[in-house]
């Protein structure tokens, strides 16, 4: 599986930004898929993750609200629209894929990723 995530910039303190990830391979319906963020000098951090038939979505408390993921299967497309973004939101957004089952929250769930696409939120 290989994921190209994209759509990341520039914004600033309370705009709306959607980031996108295209997966290949042709049985991206039978994965859920997660988003994480890492920012400079900190740990990578769970953001938000999504079942396989979208059943279920799962956020961290810091994006709650205002983050919303969401999945195309036709296109073998994840999103992640973000509005009311705060400069804490900037950092480095990667796209995985959980093939097993496990808690969306722990990256060591996940098998693969995507190589990332930066998202920079100005004050």
């Known amino acids: 599986v290989q994921l190209q995530a994209s759509g990341g910039g520039l914004v600033q303190a309370g705009d709306s930004l959607r980031v996108s990830c295209a997966a290949s391979g042709r049985t991206f319906s039978t994965y859920s898929m997660g988003w994480f963020r890492q920012a400079p000098g900190k740990e990578r951090e769970f953001v938000a993750g999504?079942?396989?038939?979208?059943?279920?979505?799962d956020y961290s408390d810091s994006v709650k609200g205002r983050f919303t993921i969401s999945r195309d299967n036709a296109k073998n497309t994840v999103y992640l629209q973000m509005n009311s973004l705060k400069p804490e939101d900037t950092g480095v957004y990667f796209c995985?894929?959980?093939?097993?089952?496990?808690?969306?929250?722990?990256?060591?769930?996940?098998?693969?990723w995507g190589q990332g696409t930066l998202v920079t939120v100005s004050s």
């Open positions: 999504i079942s396989r038939s979208v059943g279920i979505r």
């Open positions: 995985a894929v959980k093939i097993g089952s496990g808690t969306y929250t722990r990256s060591q769930n996940y098998d693969y």
